[in-house]
Protein backbone atom coordinates (compact mmCIF):
# COMPACT_ATOMS: atom_id res chain seq x y z
CA UNK A 1 0.00 0.00 0.00
CA UNK A 2 2.80 2.16 0.48
CA UNK A 3 4.76 1.70 -2.62
CA UNK A 4 1.19 1.75 -4.89
CA UNK A 5 0.74 5.57 -2.51
CA UNK A 6 4.03 7.17 -3.80
CA UNK A 7 3.75 5.84 -7.25
CA UNK A 8 1.09 7.24 -7.62
CA UNK A 9 1.97 10.98 -5.99
CA UNK A 10 4.78 10.55 -8.68
CA UNK A 11 2.15 9.80 -11.42
CA UNK A 12 -0.23 13.11 -10.49
CA UNK A 13 2.98 15.06 -10.31
CA UNK A 14 3.40 14.46 -13.83
CA UNK A 15 6.91 12.54 -13.75
CA UNK A 16 5.61 9.79 -16.30
CA UNK A 17 2.10 9.03 -17.48
CA UNK A 18 2.64 4.95 -17.22
CA UNK A 19 5.17 3.15 -14.50
CA UNK A 20 4.63 -0.88 -13.34
CA UNK A 21 7.34 -1.64 -11.01
CA UNK A 22 7.99 -5.23 -9.78
CA UNK A 23 9.93 -6.87 -6.92
CA UNK A 24 11.30 -9.91 -6.29
CA UNK A 25 12.87 -11.79 -3.17
CA UNK A 26 14.75 -14.57 -3.53
CA UNK A 27 13.32 -17.43 -0.69
CA UNK A 28 14.15 -20.74 -0.20
CA UNK A 29 14.64 -22.42 -3.80
CA UNK A 30 12.22 -19.85 -4.94
CA UNK A 31 10.94 -16.13 -5.85
CA UNK A 32 8.46 -14.53 -4.36
CA UNK A 33 7.31 -11.13 -6.15
CA UNK A 34 4.80 -8.45 -6.19
CA UNK A 35 4.12 -6.13 -8.97
CA UNK A 36 2.42 -2.30 -8.60
CA UNK A 37 1.64 -0.70 -11.59
CA UNK A 38 -0.26 3.46 -12.21
CA UNK A 39 -0.99 5.17 -15.00
CA UNK A 40 -2.50 4.72 -18.97
CA UNK A 41 -1.12 2.69 -21.74
CA UNK A 42 -1.52 3.42 -25.84
CA UNK A 43 -1.09 6.48 -27.73
CA UNK A 44 -4.09 7.71 -25.60
CA UNK A 45 -3.39 6.59 -21.80
CA UNK A 46 -6.67 5.18 -22.30
CA UNK A 47 -5.39 1.19 -21.30
CA UNK A 48 -4.88 0.18 -17.77
CA UNK A 49 -1.15 -0.69 -17.25
CA UNK A 50 -0.29 -3.52 -15.71
CA UNK A 51 2.98 -6.40 -15.23
CA UNK A 52 2.25 -7.24 -18.79
CA UNK A 53 2.26 -3.76 -20.68
CA UNK A 54 5.33 -3.25 -22.92
CA UNK A 55 7.54 -0.65 -22.31
CA UNK A 56 10.06 1.11 -24.73
CA UNK A 57 13.32 -0.30 -22.25
CA UNK A 58 16.26 1.71 -24.30
CA UNK A 59 19.33 1.06 -22.58
CA UNK A 60 18.53 -2.07 -20.78
CA UNK A 61 18.96 -3.60 -24.26
CA UNK A 62 23.12 -3.21 -23.30
CA UNK A 63 22.78 -5.51 -19.67
CA UNK A 64 19.58 -7.47 -20.78
CA UNK A 65 20.35 -8.38 -24.76
CA UNK A 66 24.25 -7.20 -25.66
CA UNK A 67 25.95 -8.37 -22.68
CA UNK A 68 24.75 -12.16 -22.29
CA UNK A 69 25.40 -12.59 -25.83
CA UNK A 70 28.59 -11.59 -25.58
CA UNK A 71 29.10 -13.86 -22.99
CA UNK A 72 27.55 -16.70 -25.13
CA UNK A 73 30.02 -15.96 -27.31
CA UNK A 74 32.87 -15.67 -24.96
CA UNK A 75 31.55 -19.44 -23.47
CA UNK A 76 31.51 -20.68 -26.73
CA UNK A 77 35.22 -19.57 -27.35
CA UNK A 78 34.18 -17.29 -30.54
CA UNK A 79 35.68 -14.17 -28.75
CA UNK A 80 37.40 -13.58 -25.59
CA UNK A 81 37.64 -10.91 -23.01
CA UNK A 82 40.90 -9.28 -24.00
CA UNK A 83 40.36 -9.59 -27.70
CA UNK A 84 41.48 -6.64 -29.80
CA UNK A 85 38.64 -4.52 -32.05
CA UNK A 86 39.91 -5.08 -35.25
CA UNK A 87 39.92 -9.14 -34.10
CA UNK A 88 36.68 -8.87 -33.44
CA UNK A 89 35.57 -6.83 -36.70
CA UNK A 90 37.57 -9.14 -38.82
CA UNK A 91 38.93 -6.38 -40.55
CA UNK A 92 41.84 -3.77 -40.53
CA UNK A 93 41.74 -0.57 -38.25
CA UNK A 94 43.02 2.77 -38.24
CA UNK A 95 46.23 2.58 -35.34
CA UNK A 96 44.13 4.73 -32.87
CA UNK A 97 41.71 1.73 -32.53
CA UNK A 98 44.61 -0.34 -31.24
CA UNK A 99 44.26 -0.58 -27.95
CA UNK A 100 40.32 -1.22 -27.70
CA UNK A 101 39.54 -4.57 -27.12
CA UNK A 102 36.52 -6.18 -25.62
CA UNK A 103 36.18 -6.03 -21.76
CA UNK A 104 36.60 -1.99 -22.34
CA UNK A 105 33.54 -1.71 -25.04
CA UNK A 106 31.79 -3.33 -22.41
CA UNK A 107 32.84 -1.59 -19.20
CA UNK A 108 32.27 1.78 -21.22
CA UNK A 109 36.24 2.75 -20.39
CA UNK A 110 36.99 2.41 -24.35
CA UNK A 111 37.07 5.72 -25.75
CA UNK A 112 34.66 6.08 -27.54
CA UNK A 113 32.19 8.96 -27.46
CA UNK A 114 28.94 8.70 -25.39
CA UNK A 115 26.98 9.78 -28.57
CA UNK A 116 26.17 11.05 -31.49
CA UNK A 117 23.49 12.05 -33.78
CA UNK A 118 23.70 9.26 -37.18
CA UNK A 119 20.02 9.38 -37.39
CA UNK A 120 20.11 12.56 -39.25
CA UNK A 121 22.39 11.16 -41.84
CA UNK A 122 21.36 7.18 -41.15
CA UNK A 123 17.84 7.64 -41.82
CA UNK A 124 18.28 8.36 -45.56
CA UNK A 125 19.98 5.19 -46.30
CA UNK A 126 19.13 2.56 -47.71
CA UNK A 127 17.89 -0.49 -45.11
CA UNK A 128 20.17 -2.95 -46.60
CA UNK A 129 23.51 -0.49 -46.26
CA UNK A 130 22.56 0.59 -42.81
CA UNK A 131 24.49 -1.44 -40.96
CA UNK A 132 28.25 -1.23 -42.71
CA UNK A 133 27.44 3.11 -43.23
CA UNK A 134 27.23 2.79 -39.09
CA UNK A 135 30.31 0.75 -38.51
CA UNK A 136 32.48 2.71 -41.24
CA UNK A 137 30.92 6.16 -39.85
CA UNK A 138 31.41 5.23 -36.55
CA UNK A 139 35.37 4.21 -37.01
CA UNK A 140 35.96 7.16 -39.03
CA UNK A 141 35.94 9.41 -35.86
CA UNK A 142 38.92 9.41 -33.60
CA UNK A 143 38.82 8.17 -29.64
CA UNK A 144 38.16 10.67 -27.06
CA UNK A 145 40.05 9.09 -24.67
CA UNK A 146 42.96 6.42 -24.47
CA UNK A 147 40.87 2.77 -23.63
CA UNK A 148 41.55 2.05 -20.27
CA UNK A 149 42.45 6.13 -19.02
CA UNK A 150 38.79 7.16 -18.09
CA UNK A 151 34.78 5.81 -18.10
CA UNK A 152 32.49 7.37 -20.29
CA UNK A 153 29.68 5.57 -20.75
CA UNK A 154 28.85 5.09 -24.52
CA UNK A 155 26.41 4.41 -27.04
CA UNK A 156 28.53 4.02 -29.42
CA UNK A 157 30.82 1.31 -27.85
CA UNK A 158 27.59 -0.66 -27.46
CA UNK A 159 26.44 -0.17 -31.36
CA UNK A 160 29.69 -2.15 -32.12
CA UNK A 161 29.38 -4.55 -29.97
CA UNK A 162 25.99 -5.49 -31.50
CA UNK A 163 27.86 -5.23 -34.89
CA UNK A 164 30.85 -7.56 -33.09
CA UNK A 165 27.80 -10.52 -32.39
CA UNK A 166 27.05 -10.11 -35.89
CA UNK A 167 29.98 -10.61 -36.96
CA UNK A 168 31.14 -13.32 -35.19
CA UNK A 169 28.03 -15.31 -35.38
CA UNK A 170 26.56 -14.71 -38.76
CA UNK A 171 23.30 -13.65 -37.26
CA UNK A 172 21.79 -9.71 -36.52
CA UNK A 173 21.90 -9.61 -32.66
CA UNK A 174 18.24 -9.72 -32.35
CA UNK A 175 18.17 -12.98 -33.66
CA UNK A 176 21.42 -14.29 -31.78
CA UNK A 177 19.67 -13.12 -28.28
CA UNK A 178 16.40 -14.78 -29.45
CA UNK A 179 18.24 -18.15 -30.55
CA UNK A 180 20.47 -18.49 -27.69
CA UNK A 181 19.13 -16.29 -24.78
CA UNK A 182 15.27 -15.22 -24.84
CA UNK A 183 14.33 -19.15 -26.22
CA UNK A 184 15.76 -20.84 -23.62
CA UNK A 185 15.02 -18.50 -21.03
CA UNK A 186 11.33 -18.80 -22.59
CA UNK A 187 10.59 -15.14 -22.13
CA UNK A 188 10.58 -14.54 -26.00
CA UNK A 189 6.87 -13.08 -25.52
CA UNK A 190 7.85 -10.53 -22.52
CA UNK A 191 11.01 -9.43 -24.24
CA UNK A 192 11.36 -8.39 -27.84
CA UNK A 193 12.33 -6.21 -30.39
CA UNK A 194 9.95 -3.57 -32.01
CA UNK A 195 8.55 -2.13 -34.07
CA UNK A 196 5.45 -3.27 -32.67
CA UNK A 197 1.37 -2.88 -33.19
CA UNK A 198 -1.22 -2.04 -30.63
CA UNK A 199 -3.08 -4.62 -32.10
CA UNK A 200 -0.29 -7.13 -30.85
CA UNK A 201 -0.22 -6.85 -27.23
CA UNK A 202 -3.71 -7.24 -25.41
CA UNK A 203 -1.79 -5.58 -22.68
CA UNK A 204 -1.21 -2.92 -24.53
CA UNK A 205 1.81 -0.47 -24.86
CA UNK A 206 3.11 2.61 -23.57
CA UNK A 207 3.60 5.86 -25.83
CA UNK A 208 7.08 8.05 -25.29
CA UNK A 209 5.25 10.45 -27.47
CA UNK A 210 5.84 11.38 -31.13
CA UNK A 211 9.26 10.92 -33.56
CA UNK A 212 10.53 14.87 -34.11
CA UNK A 213 11.36 14.15 -37.67
CA UNK A 214 8.81 11.53 -39.08
CA UNK A 215 6.32 12.81 -36.48
CA UNK A 216 5.42 9.06 -36.05
CA UNK A 217 3.64 7.99 -32.68
CA UNK A 218 6.77 6.53 -30.54
CA UNK A 219 3.87 3.57 -29.12
CA UNK A 220 5.96 0.62 -30.04
CA UNK A 221 8.09 2.37 -32.07
CA UNK A 222 11.27 3.31 -30.33
CA UNK A 223 12.51 6.20 -28.97
CA UNK A 224 16.00 6.51 -29.65
CA UNK A 225 16.73 8.19 -32.57
CA UNK A 226 19.46 6.18 -33.84
CA UNK A 227 17.84 2.80 -33.07
CA UNK A 228 14.91 3.80 -34.93
CA UNK A 229 16.84 5.36 -38.36
CA UNK A 230 19.04 1.79 -38.01
CA UNK A 231 15.25 -0.13 -38.12
CA UNK A 232 14.44 -0.93 -34.52
CA UNK A 233 17.63 -3.41 -33.05
CA UNK A 234 21.02 -1.86 -31.50
CA UNK A 235 23.41 -2.78 -29.48
CA UNK A 236 22.51 -0.06 -27.31
CA UNK A 237 18.74 0.36 -27.78
CA UNK A 238 15.59 -1.16 -29.08
CA UNK A 239 14.38 -3.68 -26.88
CA UNK A 240 10.75 -3.75 -25.40
CA UNK A 241 9.05 -5.53 -22.84
CA UNK A 242 6.93 -5.97 -19.15
CA UNK A 243 8.15 -5.52 -16.12
CA UNK A 244 7.46 -9.05 -15.78
CA UNK A 245 9.90 -9.87 -18.03
CA UNK A 246 12.58 -7.74 -16.74
CA UNK A 247 12.22 -9.46 -13.61
CA UNK A 248 12.39 -12.70 -14.84
CA UNK A 249 15.51 -12.23 -16.83
CA UNK A 250 16.67 -11.06 -13.90
CA UNK A 251 16.02 -13.54 -11.88
CA UNK A 252 17.79 -15.87 -14.40
CA UNK A 253 21.09 -13.49 -13.79
CA UNK A 254 20.59 -13.47 -9.92
CA UNK A 255 20.67 -17.90 -10.63
CA UNK A 256 23.89 -17.12 -12.55
CA UNK A 257 25.49 -15.32 -9.89
CA UNK A 258 25.04 -17.45 -7.10
CA UNK A 259 25.96 -20.99 -9.13
CA UNK A 260 22.20 -22.16 -8.97
CA UNK A 261 20.73 -23.46 -12.26
CA UNK A 262 19.58 -21.10 -14.80
CA UNK A 263 17.89 -21.05 -18.04
CA UNK A 264 19.96 -19.48 -19.42
CA UNK A 265 23.04 -21.03 -21.16
CA UNK A 266 25.54 -18.92 -19.96
CA UNK A 267 28.61 -20.33 -16.99
CA UNK A 268 28.18 -18.78 -13.48
CA UNK A 269 32.32 -18.07 -13.78
CA UNK A 270 31.63 -15.54 -17.30
CA UNK A 271 28.70 -13.84 -15.62
CA UNK A 272 30.11 -13.17 -12.14
CA UNK A 273 33.25 -11.56 -13.85
CA UNK A 274 31.02 -9.58 -15.48
CA UNK A 275 29.73 -8.29 -12.25
CA UNK A 276 32.80 -6.94 -11.00
CA UNK A 277 33.42 -3.67 -10.65
CA UNK A 278 36.01 -2.10 -12.96
CA UNK A 279 38.40 -0.27 -11.25
CA UNK A 280 37.48 2.71 -9.20
CA UNK A 281 34.35 3.14 -11.66
CA UNK A 282 30.97 3.27 -11.27
CA UNK A 283 30.67 0.18 -14.11
CA UNK A 284 31.33 -3.22 -14.29
CA UNK A 285 31.80 -5.22 -17.63
CA UNK A 286 28.17 -4.12 -18.41
CA UNK A 287 26.21 -3.12 -15.58
CA UNK A 288 26.20 0.29 -13.69
CA UNK A 289 27.17 -0.23 -9.83
CA UNK A 290 26.01 1.83 -6.55
CA UNK A 291 27.65 5.31 -6.25
CA UNK A 292 29.12 6.45 -2.98
CA UNK A 293 26.58 8.99 -3.73
CA UNK A 294 23.45 9.97 -5.02
CA UNK A 295 23.33 6.60 -6.22
CA UNK A 296 19.99 5.81 -8.57
CA UNK A 297 19.66 2.34 -6.46
CA UNK A 298 18.70 4.38 -3.21
CA UNK A 299 20.63 3.80 0.11
CA UNK A 300 19.87 0.21 1.33
CA UNK A 301 21.93 -1.76 -1.94
CA UNK A 302 24.76 -2.99 -0.94
CA UNK A 303 28.18 -2.49 -3.33
CA UNK A 304 28.31 -5.51 -4.87
CA UNK A 305 24.64 -4.38 -6.48
CA UNK A 306 24.33 -4.24 -10.43
CA UNK A 307 21.75 -2.24 -12.36
CA UNK A 308 20.93 -0.19 -15.17
CA UNK A 309 19.21 2.75 -16.16
CA UNK A 310 17.57 3.70 -19.24
CA UNK A 311 16.93 6.82 -21.16
CA UNK A 312 12.80 7.08 -21.59
CA UNK A 313 12.61 6.11 -17.44
CA UNK A 314 13.13 2.67 -16.85
CA UNK A 315 15.70 0.69 -14.79
CA UNK A 316 16.50 -2.40 -12.73
CA UNK A 317 18.63 -3.23 -9.80
CA UNK A 318 19.87 -6.58 -8.17
CA UNK A 319 21.13 -6.68 -5.07
CA UNK A 320 23.41 -10.12 -4.88
CA UNK A 321 24.03 -9.81 -1.30
CA UNK A 322 20.31 -9.63 -0.09
CA UNK A 323 18.90 -10.91 -3.44
CA UNK A 324 16.59 -8.71 -3.96
CA UNK A 325 15.05 -7.26 -7.16
CA UNK A 326 13.59 -4.32 -8.43
CA UNK A 327 12.66 -2.65 -11.67
CA UNK A 328 10.94 -0.02 -12.25
CA UNK A 329 9.61 0.96 -15.82
CA UNK A 330 8.01 4.10 -16.94
CA UNK A 331 7.74 6.69 -19.64
CA UNK A 332 9.08 9.54 -18.22
CA UNK A 333 10.45 10.64 -21.40
CA UNK A 334 6.54 11.74 -22.33
CA UNK A 335 6.41 14.42 -19.72
CA UNK A 336 9.27 16.28 -21.39
CA UNK A 337 12.88 16.47 -21.36
CA UNK A 338 13.52 17.32 -17.55
CA UNK A 339 14.71 14.57 -15.89
CA UNK A 340 14.71 16.13 -12.31
CA UNK A 341 11.63 13.99 -11.51
CA UNK A 342 12.58 10.69 -12.44
CA UNK A 343 15.86 11.25 -10.41
CA UNK A 344 14.51 11.68 -7.23
CA UNK A 345 11.45 9.13 -7.86
CA UNK A 346 13.90 6.20 -8.39
CA UNK A 347 16.28 5.77 -4.93
CA UNK A 348 12.84 6.86 -3.36
CA UNK A 349 10.91 4.37 -4.68
CA UNK A 350 13.88 1.84 -4.21
CA UNK A 351 14.30 2.96 -0.45
CA UNK A 352 10.29 2.50 -0.27
CA UNK A 353 10.22 -0.87 -1.07
CA UNK A 354 13.79 -2.25 0.72
CA UNK A 355 12.38 -0.16 3.84
CA UNK A 356 9.01 -2.15 3.76
CA UNK A 357 11.22 -5.86 2.47
CA UNK A 358 13.94 -5.04 5.65
Not at 219 to 246: I, K, M, P, Q, Y
Request: proline content about 3%.
Amino acid sequence: RKVTKHLQNYLMQGVFSAASLAVAVHENDGYVKCFVSAGGAGEKDDGQVDRATFFDLASLTKPLVTLPSILHLIDEGKISWNEPLDSLLERPLAECFKQVELHTLISHCSGFTAHRNFWKLLKSIESERKSEWLLNEILRQKLEYEPGKNHIYSDVGYLLLGTVVRVKSGLDLDKYWNLYIAGPAGIGDKLCFGPLKESERSNGLVSTGHCSWSKRPLTGLVHDDNCRALGGVGGHAGLFGSSEGVLELCAQLLHLYHHRQSNLPLSSETFRRAAVRVGNSDWSCGFSLPSATGSSSGKYFSDKSIGHLGFTGVSFWIDVDKQIIISLLTNRVRQGEDMKGIREARPALHDVVMECLT
